[in-house]
């Protein structure tokens, strides 16, 4: 009989719904596991085929663990406020509840055909005002601790989206979403103060399974840098406070550097003699990203400001002061001491404007011909004091003499800054604050969650950069919680990234009207014990969710200091052309069409068959046709069927090293030689011309986790067990009947490959030499020359060196 994967696949699906067969239970006996995808961003467009990678990634090992008598908790939800929902509700006047109810819909039919085994019953939804109440609990429990702030200060404002990005969402200069220009302005902002966790965010990446890279990015985001902040005294009577991780090489500092929007120049305005050229260099400035103005290729420009100096601490020279753009007021103290001779941008800058380049760490090079920048290490040189010490012991030195005096101290400084978390948009999370001319900045009760969305005519954001929900006037206007006085709502909203900082907690407990999850369901699930996603989401996400984490285990709501006990990350599917699918290029591939034409189980296991896991690989219709092959094989092993009820010896190690080798690669996310183990086991099995049922029971175990459809109705077909295949239990196997007993090496001569010999696995070494001699090639190429070497490498070679006789 022909498989029909159109009968079978809803079939099934709906027989593991009717029985919740993949609902976890809260306070098993079993022993937990917690997968999680990432949840997905409900776009009109719906799924591609790129979707389904990761999805069915975990639910490989969601289904093997379950089999291994796991009580399994693989949830699914929506990812759904944010500005494409909003911008489609804007151009085609639909309300964004009613493009995410639609949005929602079709994603939920398209993962449903796929056979995937999430938990249903738990699904979650981050417009939701059920699940938003507990968004916006959060940020209020933030408030109360000082972490939340509003602040005046200048944005990165995207020109097309109309609202403000955080500078994780500027990249090379335009916004991350819609690659627009991204300008500066001055807002008042909510903030959130993610740099008190600095410390923590980086050091407790040694408590986490992380690929490095991933530990990588997360440090190198953070930015930890050890070093000093140093005074400058300047002829206008202030101090230039500069922090700098290499204090020793303050005798090379020949000039400063502020950036464009340091308060001290307007302070010094009267004593500028350039003042118009300065403002207009300022004018200029303001209109590129961080982005662009840190770039270290682009040409170097400034102006220095005639009318005052700086006093360099520890030699009392007088050094000129520019304002530059490269130097950003959010980073450090906005102000930088330049040492041309071991920085190429400052040897660069000094270069231009004519300024003196002193070398004080002696290297191979010229500095007045290229900074010499390997000085990590060296001994010190033209620095007074410090001449002839290494670079380490002149650090220590230089800061207890600026301790000692007064002018300086050890510091530890970050890149990271504070998350802008205002968006003057309305698909968006209310922020539950209001303004009192009295009080200031209040929070509303907690008995008054959620806050919720009032319905607006219009979602365009005002060019002023006001939110559209500053026009709600009878919703803005509210009385104040502590005085009762006349107050206004805040009308800007949540970003995007606030709903998914803490999602994995409601899944849970995602029914819980009293609190966000149950003391008991945080208790027992602990944490998430593997979590996947995309390298795009390694930096923000990660950092953002791990930081709400802390602060939540800080006040006593969840059990662990971090979120996600191990991650993964998986590389992209790409067109057939090998890029990025889109709909722009036309190599945009829908599953739904694969899903009918070949069947999910086909769909399921070319993605997890196509290339290693974690590295982007290339769409092939014509492999999806060779997956659709192995099903087709495996269900007509149903017409090779005898009884039986062992594993027969002839085929016996073959079974027992396919169950080690799936279990093991399932594990360790090599899902695409899983597969081909069991490619081989079933050539075996065809070659042997029979199999019985225990067998064929072992096999539709090991290949469920990746075609779960057609393996269940051949185990019901066949009755191959009691009960429906997803409850079975997975395979054991003997480690001993895993070990060949004989293995194929090869015989060399004179490095030269001469012979392949089947030899006994634990052949003694003369054996081995004889068996090779024994070999007709072998025996020829040796033939009248003298043996100099025999070399045996057990397992893999023989190899002999001969030269020829006297």
Same mark, same amino acid.
């Given at each position: 009989?022909?498989?029909?994967?159109?009968?079978?696949?809803?079939?099934?699906?709906?027989?593991?719904?009717?029985?919740?067969?993949?609902?976890?239970?809260?306070?098993?006996?079993?022993?937990?596991?917690?997968?999680?995808?990432?949840?997905?961003?409900?776009?009109?467009?719906?799924?591609?085929?790129?979707?389904?990678?990761?999805?069915?990634?975990?639910?490989?090992?969601?289904?093997?663990?379950?089999?291994?008598?796991?009580?399994? &908790?693989?949830?699914?939800?929506?990812?759904?406020?944010?500005?494409?929902?909003?911008?489609?509700?804007?151009?085609?006047?639909?309300?964004?509840?009613?493009?995410?109810?639609?949005?929602?819909?079709?994603?939920?039919?398209?993962?449903?055909?796929?056979?995937?085994?999430?938990?249903?019953?738990?699904?979650?939804?981050?417009?939701?005002?059920?699940?938003?109440?507990?968004?916006?609990?959060?940020?209020?429990?933030?408030?109360?601790?000082?972490?939340?702030?509003?602040?005046?200060?200048?944005?990165?404002?995207?020109?097309?989206?109309?609202?403000?990005?955080?500078?994780?969402? !500027?990249?090379?200069?335009?916004?991350?979403?819609?690659?627009?220009?991204?300008?500066?302005?001055?807002?008042?902002?909510?903030?959130?103060?993610?740099?008190?966790?600095?410390?923590? &965010?980086?050091?407790?990446?040694?408590?986490?399974?992380?690929?490095?890279?991933?530990?990588?990015?997360?440090?190198?985001?953070?930015?930890?840098?050890?070093?000093?902040?140093?005074?400058?005294?300047?002829?206008?009577?202030?101090?230039?406070?500069?922090?700098?991780?290499?204090?020793?090489?303050?005798?090379?500092?020949?000039?400063?550097?502020?950036?464009?929007?340091?308060?001290?120049?307007?302070?010094?305005?009267?004593?500028?003699?350039?003042?118009?050229?300065?403002?207009?260099?300022?004018?200029?400035?303001?209109?590129?990203?961080?982005?662009?103005?840190?770039?270290?290729?682009?040409?170097?420009?400034?102006?220095?400001?005639?009318?005052?100096?700086?006093?360099?601490?520890?030699?009392?020279?007088?050094?000129?002061?520019?304002?530059?753009?490269?130097?950003?007021?959010?980073?450090?103290?906005?102000?930088?001491?330049?040492?041309?001779?071991?920085?190429?941008?400052?040897?660069?800058?000094?270069?231009?404007?004519?300024?003196?380049?002193?070398?004080?760490?002696?290297?191979?090079?010229?500095?007045?011909?290229?900074?010499?920048?390997?000085?990590?290490?060296?001994?010190?040189?033209?620095?007074?004091?410090?001449?002839?010490?290494?670079?380490?012991?002149?650090?220590?030195?230089?800061?207890?003499?600026?301790?000692?005096?007064?002018?300086?101290?050890?510091?530890?400084?970050?890149?990271?800054?504070?998350?802008?978390?205002?968006?003057?948009?309305?698909?968006?999370?209310?922020?539950?604050?209001?303004?009192?001319?009295?009080?200031?900045?209040?929070?509303?009760?907690?008995?008054?969650?959620?806050?919720?969305?009032?319905?607006?005519?219009?979602?365009?954001?005002?060019?002023?950069?006001?939110?559209?929900?500053?026009?709600?006037?009878?919703?803005?206007?509210?009385?104040?919680?502590?005085?009762?006085?006349?107050?206004?709502?805040?009308?800007?909203?949540?970003?995007?990234?606030?709903?998914?900082?803490?999602?994995?907690?409601?899944?849970?407990?995602?029914?819980?009207?009293?609190?966000?999850?149950?003391?008991?369901?945080?208790?027992?699930?602990?944490?998430?014990?593997?979590?996947?996603?995309?390298?795009?989401?390694?930096?923000?996400?990660?950092?953002?969710?791990?930081?709400?984490?802390?602060?939540?285990?800080?006040?006593?709501?969840?059990?662990?200091?971090?979120?996600?006990?191990?991650?993964?990350?998986?590389?992209?599917?790409?067109?057939?052309?090998?890029?990025?699918?889109?709909?722009?290029?036309?190599?945009?591939?829908?599953?739904?069409?694969?899903?009918?034409?070949?069947?999910?189980?086909?769909?399921?296991?070319?993605?997890?068959?196509?290339?290693?896991?974690?590295?982007?690989?290339?769409?092939?219709?014509?492999?999806?046709?060779?997956?659709?092959?192995?099903?087709?094989?495996?269900?007509?092993?149903?017409?090779?069927?005898?009884?039986?009820?062992?594993?027969?010896?002839? !085929?016996?190690?073959?079974?027992?090293?396919?169950?080690?080798?799936?279990?093991?690669?399932?594990?360790?996310?090599?899902?695409?030689?899983?597969?081909?183990?069991?490619?081989?086991?079933?050539?075996?099995?065809?070659?042997?011309?029979?199999?019985?049922?225990?067998?064929?029971?072992?096999?539709?175990?090991? &290949?469920?986790?990746?075609?779960?459809?057609?393996?269940?109705?051949?185990?019901?077909?066949?009755? &191959?067990?009691?009960?429906?295949?997803?409850?079975?239990?997975?395979?054991?196997?003997?480690?001993?009947?895993? !070990?060949?007993?004989?293995?194929?090496?090869?015989?060399?001569?004179?490095?030269?490959?001469?012979?392949?010999?089947?030899?006994?696995?634990?052949?003694?070494?003369?054996? !081995?030499?004889?068996?090779?001699?024994?070999?007709?090639?072998?025996?020829?190429?040796?033939?009248?020359?003298?043996?100099?070497?025999?070399?045996?490498?057990?397992?893999?070679?023989?190899?002999?060196?001969?030269?020829?006789?006297?």
């Amino acid at each position: 009989m022909k498989y029909n994967h159109k009968t079978v696949e809803p079939k099934w699906q709906k027989i593991w719904e009717d029985k919740g067969v993949f609902h976890s239970e809260t306070n098993s006996d079993k022993p937990k596991f917690y997968s999680l995808i990432e949840f997905p961003y409900p776009s009109g467009q719906g799924l591609h085929v790129g979707h389904p990678r990761p999805y069915t990634a975990l639910d490989t090992v969601s289904r093997k663990r379950r089999l291994q008598g796991y009580n399994v &908790l693989y949830p699914i939800g929506w990812d759904a406020f944010g500005l494409p929902t909003e911008n489609y509700a804007i151009k085609n006047h639909i309300h964004p509840e009613i493009v995410t109810k639609n949005n929602i819909a079709r994603f939920k039919k398209q993962i449903r055909s796929l056979g995937i085994s999430f938990d249903w019953s738990r699904e979650i939804n981050t417009t939701d005002p059920d699940y938003y109440k507990w968004t916006q609990w959060i940020f209020l429990q933030l408030f109360k601790h000082d972490l939340a702030y509003k602040k005046e200060m200048a944005v990165n404002w995207c020109t097309s989206c109309k609202c403000v990005l955080a500078n994780e969402e !500027v990249v090379n200069g335009v916004c991350e979403r819609c690659g627009s220009e991204v300008v500066h302005r001055v807002k008042s902002q909510w903030m959130l103060r993610i740099t008190k966790y600095a410390d923590r &965010l980086i050091d407790d990446l040694d408590l986490v399974d992380y690929p490095e890279r991933v530990k990588l990015q997360q440090k190198n985001w953070i930015g930890r840098s050890y070093g000093a902040e140093v005074e400058f005294d300047t002829t206008a009577g202030d101090k230039l406070v500069v922090y700098t991780t290499r204090p020793d090489t303050l005798y090379g500092a020949t000039y400063m550097v502020v950036s464009p929007e340091h308060p001290y120049i307007e302070k010094w305005a009267d004593q500028l003699k350039n003042l118009d050229e300065i403002k207009a260099y300022q004018h200029e400035s303001a209109k590129k990203s961080d982005f662009e103005r840190t770039e270290m290729n682009k040409d170097k420009t400034g102006v220095k400001l005639e009318g005052v100096t700086a006093i360099n601490p520890v030699n009392g020279r007088e050094i000129p002061i520019f304002i530059s753009d490269y130097v950003l007021i959010s980073y450090g103290t906005g102000a930088i001491m330049a040492v041309p001779a071991h920085d190429t941008r400052d040897w660069k800058f000094a270069k231009k404007f004519n300024l003196p380049i002193i070398e004080v760490v002696k290297g191979g090079e010229d500095v007045q011909k290229e900074a010499f920048t390997d000085c990590a290490t060296g001994i010190m040189v033209n620095s007074d004091i410090l001449n002839g010490l290494s670079v380490e012991d002149a650090k220590k030195k230089i800061v207890e003499v600026l301790t000692e005096k007064g002018i300086g101290h050890q510091k530890v400084n970050f890149k990271l800054r504070d998350w802008v978390f205002s968006r003057q948009r309305y698909w968006g999370e209310p922020i539950p604050i209001v303004k009192c001319e009295k009080c200031g900045y209040v929070p509303i009760p907690e008995s008054e969650l959620p806050l919720k969305l009032p319905m607006v005519e219009s979602y365009e954001p005002t060019d002023t950069g006001e939110s559209p929900l500053a026009n709600m006037t009878d919703w803005v206007e509210t009385t104040c919680p502590c005085c009762g006085g006349k107050a206004y709502r805040e009308t800007d909203t949540m970003p995007q990234w606030a709903g998914s900082s803490w999602y994995y907690l409601r899944y849970m407990d995602p029914h819980n009207n009293e609190a966000l999850a149950a003391k008991e369901a945080l208790g027992y699930w602990h944490q998430v014990d593997w979590y996947n996603g995309g390298m795009e989401h390694t930096t923000l996400h990660l950092l953002y969710s791990r930081f709400w984490h802390k602060f939540l285990y800080d006040i006593g709501v969840v059990p662990t200091k971090e979120p996600y006990a191990k991650r993964t990350s998986h590389g992209m599917i790409l067109g057939a052309n090998g890029e990025k699918m889109s709909k722009s290029r036309g190599n945009v591939v829908n599953p739904d069409d694969i899903v009918d034409e070949y069947g999910a189980d086909t769909l399921r296991m070319y993605e997890m068959f196509i290339g290693d896991f974690e590295k982007a690989a290339p769409w092939s219709t014509n492999s999806v046709r060779g997956c659709r092959k192995f099903i087709e094989r495996f269900w007509n092993l149903q017409d090779m069927l005898i009884d039986g009820d062992t594993i027969r010896p002839e !085929v016996e190690k073959d079974f027992h090293k396919t169950i080690k080798k799936v279990g093991g690669d399932i594990e360790n996310i090599k899902f695409n030689t899983a597969i081909a183990a069991l490619m081989a086991l079933i050539n075996t099995i065809y070659a042997n011309g029979k199999i019985n049922k225990k067998e064929l029971s072992v096999f539709a175990i090991l &290949l469920n986790p990746f075609a779960p459809h057609v393996t269940e109705e051949v185990w019901e077909a066949c009755g &191959l067990g009691d009960g429906i295949l997803a409850e079975a239990q997975w395979p054991e196997y003997d480690e001993n009947k895993c !070990v060949d007993d004989t293995i194929e090496i090869v015989a060399q001569v004179n490095g030269k490959i001469k012979a392949k010999l089947n030899i006994a696995a634990d052949a003694a070494q003369e054996d !081995v030499l004889a068996q090779a001699k024994a070999e007709q090639k072998v025996a020829d190429a040796i033939n009248g020359m003298t043996i100099v070497k025999e070399i045996y490498i057990k397992g893999r070679l023989v190899n002999i060196v001969v030269k020829p006789q006297k």
